[in-house]
């Protein structure tokens, strides 16, 4: 059974950082291209940051460019996302993501072909 945990969320000031964890069991994030996305209430989920399978090729939505960093230790099998530099808009539930490359032959650079979502962690920046 496949399972996506993420932690690591709470209430952050306006400007400050967080670190978000997401602990998978079940599948080998080494031979996945893993992603984060966000929904904020009354939004559409968004996606915000994609890392591929050897770690080499990262990818962030617009929105984030320059405030988020995506990483992972595959020996823990775990995902992060470093969050600098907060900003009120930056309030959402986020949660973490698998790609099979055996399912999606797609482009990396795009946030679609996600086979499996987790449980997510939510953010609240307060200003």
């Known amino acids: 059974q496949v399972q996506l945990v993420g932690s690591g969320g709470g209430l952050v000031q306006a400007g400050g950082s967080v670190r978000l964890s997401c602990y998978v069991s079940?599948?080998?994030?080494?031979?996945?291209?893993m992603g984060w996305f966000r929904q904020a209430p009354g939004k559409e989920r968004e996606g915000v940051s994609l890392i591929d399978m050897s770690g080499d090729k990262t990818f962030y939505a617009d929105s984030v460019k320059g405030r988020f960093t995506i990483s992972k230790d595959d020996d823990t099998n775990t995902l992060y996302l470093q969050i600098d530099d907060l900003k009120f808009e930056d309030t959402a539930e986020y949660y973490c993501?698998?790609?099979?490359?055996?399912?999606?032959?797609?482009?990396?650079?795009?946030?679609?072909?996600?086979?499996?979502y987790g449980q997510g962690t939510q953010v609240n920046v307060s200003s």
């Open positions: 993501a698998a790609r099979s490359p055996r399912i999606y032959r797609g482009t990396f650079y795009s946030f679609v072909g996600f086979s499996y």
């Open positions: 079940g599948l080998t994030i080494g031979f996945h291209t």
